[in-house]
């Protein structure tokens, strides 16, 4: 993979995780505002949002590393 590809890859790689981490935040902020309303078991329900967007980061995250260290290679 040439250079330029590489780079556009990752910068799209990271840019991804930034989006999905985005959302992330801007969920967590909810369910606390949700707990601190009084309604702890609401803010969980709507915390658990949160696992498949970290799963996705963690996923790209994994991706970009991988890519990164076979490109050294």
């Known amino acids: 993979m040439d250079a330029q590809t590489l780079d556009l890859l990752l910068k799209n790689h990271l840019a991804e995780m930034r989006q999905?981490?985005?959302q992330a935040a801007s969920i967590a902020k909810a369910a606390e505002?949700?707990?601190e309303a009084g309604n702890v078991d609401k803010a969980v329900e709507i915390a658990l949002d949160v696992e498949q967007l970290i799963y996705e980061v963690t996923t790209f995250l994994n991706a970009a590393?991988?890519?990164n260290r076979i490109n050294r290679i």
């Open 20 to 22: 999905r981490l985005e």
């Open 33 to 35: 505002a949700c707990a």
């Open 65 to 67: 590393s991988m890519i």
